[in-house]
């Protein structure tokens, strides 16, 4: 939920107390979970990836994949894998690899997993790559601007800095 720290106070009895105040309704849940103890985090609000920006990604996509004679989905799947801070990469046993790989390739075309192994026995270590569903607004141009790299390569004309800036801030006029 979309939220702002306001204040950080040392109470009486020596613990700190955060005042935060949300966007959304939090009445609910305050209810299921006042005085109990919980686990939460915080993390830096991003904006998620507009849908225009996801469409001209789209259509950069189509234009490669007949240049290159291959499938929009190969497009798609080899761009995640060239731009950072999309992926994560973990340690798991061998023998839980293929229930992990058909889990994660069910969220999208773009949730894709690559086995690059290890040196302890049993075990392996795979990057999980996220697909573009789940970016935010740098992910998503860091994305666009690999395939406009790829689609110049080519010859295919793309759109301007100007209107490429305009799709990706697009979502954040919405909410400001």
């Given at each position: 939920?979309?939220?702002?720290?306001?204040?950080?106070?040392?109470?009486?009895?020596?613990k700190?107390?955060?005042?935060?105040?949300?966007?959304?309704?939090?009445?609910?849940?305050?209810?299921?979970?006042k005085?109990?103890?919980?686990?939460?985090?915080?993390?830096?609000?991003?904006?998620?990836?507009?849908?225009?920006?996801n469409?001209?990604?789209?259509?950069?996509?189509?234009?490669?994949?007949?240049?290159?004679?291959?499938?929009?989905?190969?497009?798609?799947?080899?761009?995640?894998?060239?731009?950072?801070?999309?992926?994560?990469?973990?340690?798991?046993?061998?023998?839980?690899?293929?229930?992990?790989?058909?889990?994660?390739?069910?969220?999208?075309?773009?949730?894709?997993?690559?086995?690059?192994?290890?040196?302890?026995?049993?075990?392996?270590?795979?990057?999980?790559?996220?697909?573009?569903?789940?970016?935010?607004?740098?992910?998503?141009?860091?994305?666009?601007?690999?395939?406009?790299?790829?689609?110049?390569?080519?010859?295919?004309?793309?759109?301007?800095?100007?209107?490429?800036?305009?799709?990706?801030?697009?979502?954040?006029?919405?909410?400001?």
């Amino acid at each position: 939920m979309r939220s702002r720290l306001l204040d950080l106070a040392l109470s009486i009895n020596g613990k700190q107390r955060l005042t935060i105040e949300l966007d959304g309704d939090f009445r609910e849940q305050f209810e299921k979970f006042k005085d109990t103890d919980t686990d939460f985090s915080i993390k830096k609000f991003r904006y998620k990836r507009s849908l225009d920006a996801n469409a001209y990604a789209w259509v950069l996509i189509g234009k490669i994949a007949e240049a290159k004679h291959i499938t929009k989905t190969e497009v798609y799947r080899n761009a995640i894998r060239e731009i950072g801070g999309v992926s994560d990469v973990i340690s798991i046993k061998k023998a839980a690899v293929p229930r992990l790989q058909e889990e994660w390739n069910r969220k999208g075309i773009g949730w894709q997993i690559d086995d690059i192994g290890s040196k302890i026995p049993g075990w392996t270590n795979v990057i999980l790559y996220y697909g573009s569903s789940s970016y935010d607004t740098s992910q998503m141009a860091d994305l666009i601007d690999s395939l406009i790299q790829d689609a110049k390569a080519l010859g295919i004309e793309t759109r301007t800095p100007e209107e490429i800036n305009s799709l990706l801030e697009e979502y954040d006029r919405k909410y400001e």
